[in-house]
Nanobody, 124 residues
Framework: QVQLVESGGGSVQAGGSLRLSCVAS????????MGWFRQAIGKERECVGA????????LQADSVKGRFIISRDNAKNTVYLRMNSLKPEDTAVYFC?????????????????WGQGIQVTVPS
């Protein structure tokens, strides 16, 4: 059973940056593709980025392209989401997710394991 724990959230002014981290345990991290999702109040959960097992392939949502970067360190069982030029519309709970396959996808239903989520707030 894979367990995921997010950290690094908080409140930041518009235009600022944050880096989220997600540490995985209980599985073979290097064989899991990973994703970052977010859910704002009253909105559906959306994928902001995904990364394959080796980190050679990343996917990004159009809404964050050029601002957010997803990366991973398999030696540390950790996936990161670097968020730059944050906007009030980026305010949401951010979730880390893992799937038992090596290929990246932005489909939430493809992920079997989820973290509890962490709040990111960008005041307007």
């Amino acid at each position: 059973q894979v367990q995921l724990v997010e950290s690094g959230g908080g409140s930041v002014q518009a235009g600022g940056s944050l880096r989220l981290s997600c540490v995985a345990s209980g599985g073979t991290f290097s064989t899991n593709a990973m994703g970052w999702f977010r859910q704002a109040i009253g909105k559906e959960r959306e994928c902001v980025g995904a990364i394959n097992w080796s980190g050679s392939i990343t996917l990004q949502a159009d809404s964050v392209k050029g601002r957010f970067i997803i990366s991973r360190d398999n030696a540390k069982n950790t996936v990161y989401l670097r968020m730059n030029s944050l906007k009030p519309e980026d305010t949401a709970v951010y979730f880390c997710a893992a799937r038992r396959f090596t290929t990246a996808t932005m489909k939430a239903e493809a992920y079997e394991y989820w973290g509890q989520g962490i709040q990111v707030t960008v005041p307007s």
